[in-house]
């Protein structure tokens, strides 16, 4: 009896997952598509086929979809970019590589700015958006002896102002560039972080990073997994 019970609460909570998956795809791909203020949670549940209370159990906010639509575009970047680098990269190299693919991606095409645009006019999905790059980034570059909560605050604090800057350049039709917001972060937490001097961190991350051409071979695959759910 209690092994049927754990069996079916297993399935249960694998029935659970996979609707999970099926309407982040269909979230995702329609805040791609036609943007995330248009898209709605009936159309969303039309997309994947659920009905739309278990749409809103799963996410009870819109915003909970836009913050997982980030989330799995910084899970993707890091999870692939990591073990691809050479460990003798320099930490500070290696998170710049990163947040340059993050900001291209961000940044990609009309339909990932406007969606970029609308889900940073949001206070809320950006920061979940900030602690969750802050989580992944101060893996990257922290040390054994350094605090892991003041080396996230660095972070915060480094990226949080990029990411408004992202903000208020899209709501102005201002051009971007990806590598510069990717080496101001970057830059910016080191200084915050490992006391490092600013201008000369800028200087020795501009001559390792990625190329404009790398980076057009990189982050399409990216999108394609990313709209894949």
């Known amino acids: 009896m209690d092994q049927a019970r754990t069996t079916g609460a297993m399935t249960r909570r694998q029935q659970a997952e996979i609707s999970r998956q099926r309407i982040e795809r269909a979230a995702f791909k329609l805040f791609?598509?036609?943007?995330?203020r248009d898209s709605s949670y009936t159309m969303i549940a039309q997309e994947c086929g659920l009905g739309r209370p278990l749409v809103q159990h799963h996410f009870p906010r819109k915003?909970?979809?836009?913050?997982?639509?980030?989330?799995?575009?910084?899970?993707?970047?890091?999870?692939?970019?990591?073990p691809q680098q050479s460990a003798k990269l320099h930490p500070l190299i290696r998170l710049t590589h990163i947040e340059q693919v993050i900001?291209?991606?961000?940044?990609?095409?009309?339909?990932?700015?406007?969606?970029?645009?609308?889900?940073?006019?949001?206070r809320n999905i950006t920061k979940r958006f900030v602690l969750a790059n802050a989580d992944h980034s101060a893996?990257?570059?922290?040390?054994?002896?350094?605090?892991?909560?003041?080396?996230?605050?660095?972070?915060?604090?480094?990226y949080g102002g990029i990411?408004?800057?992202?903000?208020?350049?899209?709501?102005?039709?201002?051009e971007?560039?990806?590598?510069?917001?990717?080496?101001?972060?970057?830059?910016?937490?080191?200084?915050?972080?490992?006391?490092?001097?600013h201008q000369d961190t800028t200087a020795f991350l501009?001559?390792?990073?990625?190329?404009?051409?790398?980076?057009?071979?990189i982050v399409p695959a990216f999108l394609e997994a990313l709209l894949r759910g």
């Open 32 to 36: 791609y598509g036609i943007g995330y």
């Open 63 to 82: 915003e909970d979809l836009a913050a997982a639509f980030l989330t799995r575009a910084l899970e993707l970047v890091f999870q692939s970019m990591v």
């Open 103 to 122: 900001c291209a991606l961000l940044l990609t095409d009309a339909n990932m700015r406007r969606f970029t645009l609308e889900a940073f006019s949001s």
């Open 139 to 158: 893996r990257i570059v922290g040390r054994e002896d350094q605090d892991t909560s003041e080396l996230a605050n660095a972070c915060i604090k480094a």
């Open 163 to 174: 990411y408004e800057l992202m903000f208020r350049a899209l709501d102005e039709g201002i």
């Open 176 to 197: 971007l560039d990806s590598t510069d917001l990717a080496l101001q972060s970057v830059s910016a937490l080191a200084a915050l972080a490992l006391d490092r001097n």
């Open 206 to 217: 501009v001559r390792n990073a990625l190329t404009t051409e790398d980076l057009m071979g």
